[in-house]
């Protein structure tokens, strides 16, 4: 009987006309051997992945928007391909989508639909163990939600065919695969879900946990260090400025061969130059000190990291860590989406436009990410123990039909200095520009809450905010209003369209400020960016700012 199902003669015409226009053999499904092994007939070499830097002060400008045809996505076997090893989920998902495919009553569909939707997260956690092999076309189920070619129209699946697969600039902007690979290769942690208490955690958890700690200190330490040594190289300026001046005497305008006494700018220099040797003694202790931590820190993090590999890292073959990946990938997906949106994981040809322009490829994201970075310089900014970096926040392209971007954590628990955020946008909304400005809102309120701590509401951004939400009487969830005043921010105020409460203006005037061009130009667009403006000359004046 299972043979029978799985059948391409079952497909009968009603039901290849629901698949899709394109009646060409390709079309078509091959389902023989299609849940038994097969050997690989074709060696795909993997992606590479991109390295942190935070040297870059901008995006990189974007030439190259898309790329030749991949001709894996026009294969007639892809599906069976797919399917092949992933024993019995592949029967089940393949019942499943027949019978929805099937359905002509719209609550018999609703229910196979519905069932469809974990069937496909179950098959994606199987398959997100051994991804990385022969057959590419798990890699594109995983990144794309590409399942049954059919399903979408034959001019989408040229424009998915040219979507540029490797990361040619280096951006922490990965498709999920990609994430997925830098899992494995420990080059990052986990996407961070509820946390086993101390005594429930493994010897490799612990070590894990550990090593992630000395990591942050260490990193930690060295930005205060390049501080501490900015620091001494301005004192040292100003102390060879100070020697000179002392040290340069003119000639005795009646006495021949004397020169005139020190000057009373000399004198005060004198001073001057003691203070900043009694400065320069203090941080020449301080240097010393934290270059000491730093060598025991990177010594600390050398045997962690040699027992945490005598212990094996993170295994190829671990599925538990690829499982509560995929747990946390599908978390993101319902939250991009949202409770009343379509949840459908993988690509049907209704719920998505053939144009490369409006879909999340890298390029497009990034695109909209300098758009929002060009209005809101701080977005990237993150200042600990006096040294300001720009770090963007690894960015997971999920294949998924949201409408929001989402923060997942603006930074990990044990290195808040260095550590990238990580964010999540729909490859599929319906306005991409829109979603990537809510994950940065979203980016900046977590950012600003998590520094604040336990005074989130009564400091800084969201203090401030929070006060003018409380005083309001508002009801609901402030940070949603919040990411709702932020999208005004960056789309119309940006432009002297006044679209929110003057309060709140101030408030995002101060903490998310636009780039002082923008500022002089705003100042003649109105009375209340012009009052806005002078309270910013005032700022300065006192020093306040």
């Not at 989130?456 to 409380?470: A, C, D």
């Not at 061009?517 to 000359?537: A, C, Q, T």
């Amino acid at each position: 009987m299972t043979d029978n199902i799985l059948n391409a003669g079952d497909i009968d015409p009603e039901i290849a006309e629901l698949l899709g226009n394109d009646t060409s053999p390709a079309s078509i499904p091959d389902f023989s051997d299609l849940f038994e092994d097969q050997v690989p007939q074709q060696q795909r070499d993997r992606k590479d992945v991109p390295a942190e830097d935070f040297s870059r002060e901008n995006f990189p400008s974007i030439t190259k928007w898309e790329q030749d045809p991949d001709p894996v996505f026009f294969e007639k076997d892809y599906y069976s391909k797919l399917l092949t090893g992933e024993g019995e989920i592949s029967k089940r998902i393949h019942t499943i989508l027949q019978k929805y495919l099937k359905a002509e009553d719209p609550q018999e569909k609703g229910v196979y639909r519905q069932r469809l939707i974990p069937a496909w997260w179950d098959l994606a956690r199987s398959m997100a163990t051994h991804y990385q092999g022969d057959l590419i076309e798990k890699r594109w189920a995983l990144r794309y939600g590409y399942f049954l070619p059919t399903l979408i129209s034959l001019e989408q699946r040229r424009m998915i065919s040219k979507v540029i697969t490797s990361n040619e600039f280096g951006e922490p902007i990965h498709y999920v695969d990609e994430w997925f690979d830098l899992i494995l290769e420990g080059n990052i942690n986990p996407l961070a879900t509820d946390e086993l208490k101390p005594s429930r955690m493994s010897s490799q958890n612990k070590t894990k946990a550990l090593l992630e700690k000395v990591q942050g200190s260490k990193e930690a330490n060295l930005t205060l260090l390049r501080t501490l040594v900015a620091n001494r190289d301005g004192l040292e300026s100003d102390l060879n400025s100070q020697i000179r001046l002392i040290t340069q005497h003119e000639s005795h305008p009646i006495i021949p061969g004397i020169k005139i006494a020190n000057t009373p700018e000399q004198k005060l220099s004198f001073n001057r130059a003691g203070e900043i040797l009694r400065k320069l003694n203090k941080l020449d202790k301080d240097i010393n000190l934290n270059i000491e931590k730093f060598k025991d820190a990177d010594a600390e993090l050398g045997k962690l990291g040699d027992k945490f590999q005598q212990m094996g890292g993170l295994s190829k073959a671990d599925k538990g860590v690829m499982g509560s990946e995929i747990d946390s990938i599908r978390q993101m997906a319902k939250m991009c989406v949202g409770r009343q949106g379509n949840h459908l994981p993988f690509l049907l040809k209704n719920f998505f436009f053939p144009n490369m322009d409006l879909i999340g490829t890298r390029e497009n994201v990034i695109r909209y990410m300098d758009q929002v970075e060009q209005v809101d310089p701080g977005v990237f900014r993150r200042t600990f123990r006096q040294k300001t970096n720009r770090i963007v926040p690894h960015t997971i392209i999920i294949p998924c039909y949201g409408d929001r971007g989402v923060c997942w954590e603006p930074f990990e628990r044990f290195n808040r200095a260095t550590s990238r955020g990580r964010i999540a946008i729909p490859m599929f909304p319906n306005n991409l520009k829109m979603a990537v400005i809510i994950a940065l809102g979203d980016l900046r309120w977590n950012v600003a809450k998590e520094k604040a701590a336990h005074y989130w509401m009564e400091e800084g951004l969201t203090g401030h905010y929070y006060q003018w939400f409380n005083a309001k009487k508002m009801r609901g969830d402030v940070r949603l209003k919040f990411l709702g005043d932020y999208v005004l921010w960056i789309t119309k105020e940006v432009d002297g369209v006044q679209k929110i409460d003057k309060d709140v203006r101030g408030i995002f005037w101060r903490h998310l400020p636009f780039p002082q061009p923008i500022k002089d130009s705003l100042r003649n667009r109105g009375f209340v960016y012009n009052e806005l403006y002078k309270k910013d000359m005032n700022r300065e004046m006192s020093d306040g700012y």
